[in-house]
């Protein structure tokens, strides 16, 4: 790394933290690039090279958490954990960083969802939640345990959607509500199916389930 | 109904008319609440009286075309047809509905997300497709071929969910894809689940579900 790249990376670290500091101490929305960049010791404009716009701040942050909870699930995969198990502690993660971080969460699920399609898919890139899950689903279908006429991408993707709405939800509407409970019902359901996995005794074996 | 009550239904009437036809016209993002005003020969104070934001004209386009959607599913059910066909007719219906409109569908959706809380449940209140599909799904928990331990009404919201979410997602980004295609994936995931219904012959019959 030359001294250059090190004082770049340097400047970032430092804009990052100060960001951080300030979205925690006076609220996302209230803290302004200004502020951040006053805090930081640069001018707004050198803020503005390194994150665009306030939210990539989040984004970095989200980023990073993902980046250790895909480390620790990668390797407790590779030490032969149940998946499914594996994938029901990751949704109790995300579940409890949900609930601790909300206030900085609400403006990180809207970016997702951001309707300018430049930031939608950056804040889709920083934050691979769908891919973590499939590979979490991989070893299970390659046993046989996940349907196979759909894709692991899809599978995942569909995973990291309940979790980001609910999650969305929660925190906009029902931020007093246990989220665990929320995200343990959402994981079921995608895994289960809406359709009974079995009959109850009383009722006679008719269409018991759908032909597509 | 009063003289009075019969004019305002009138000029709603008309300003409805006026707003959709120049939002097909000229688009939605082009047309400004003062372009609305002008084609309906009202004010624009007026325009407000009657829509307090212009998505507010798309939720009224929105709930419209829901209610005759429910009143078909509802005929059709008092009819005895199959609920789960039903349920797949519903879907492939909102499916066309998307893909004929675009254009105005990506606001509406946009509007179920607004940060504003208020904004958010009004377009909540006014979409109810959640309740729909609970109202499809009750005969079949009547008759125990939907899982009995989560709500229907959580299960319907959550396949509410994953149409508004897929049709987001392909409005914004893959609007030449077949939208049919995706939403039948996303009802057969929501409705069979990942883990698969049935082992295939040649592995051992190991954990085959989820405890969950």
New interface residues.
């Given amino acids: 790394m030359t001294v250059r790249e090190y004082q770049k990376k340097r400047r970032r670290e430092r804009i990052f933290q100060a960001a951080m500091a300030l979205f925690r101490q006076q609220g996302f929305r209230e803290t302004t690039a200004t502020d951040i960049a006053k805090a930081a010791h640069v001018s707004r404009g050198t803020f503005f090279n390194y994150y665009p716009y306030k939210e990539a701040v989040l984004l970095e942050y989200g980023s990073l958490l993902l980046a250790d909870l895909r480390e620790e699930v990668r390797r407790r995969l590779a030490q032969g954990e149940?998946p499914?198990a594996l994938l029901?502690y990751l949704f109790g993660r995300l579940a409890a960083f949900t609930q601790a971080e909300k206030d900085l969460l609400?403006p990180l699920l809207?970016e997702l969802?951001n309707?300018d399609?430049i930031r939608?898919?950056a804040a889709f890139m920083a934050l691979p939640l769908g891919d973590l899950i499939a590979e979490v689903?991989k070893p299970l279908r390659d046993?046989?345990?996940?349907?196979?006429?759909?894709s692991l991408e899809?599978?995942g993707r569909?995973?990291a959607?309940?979790y980001f709405?609910a999650a969305?939800r929660w925190a906009?509407?029902t931020p007093n509500r246990d989220f665990g409970g929320e995200v343990?019902?959402?994981?079921?359901?995608?895994?289960?199916?809406?359709?009974?996995?079995s009959?109850?005794a009383?009722?006679s074996r008719?269409?018991?389930?759908?032909k597509?």
Avoid: H
């Fill in positions: 149940d499914l029901r609400l809207y969802l309707p399609p939608a898919k689903l046993k046989g345990v996940v349907r196979q006429d759909l899809r599978m569909t995973l959607d309940l709405l969305l906009a509407y343990e019902k959402s994981l079921s359901l995608a895994l289960e199916g809406i359709l009974a996995r009959q109850p009383q009722v008719k269409s018991p389930k759908a597509a």
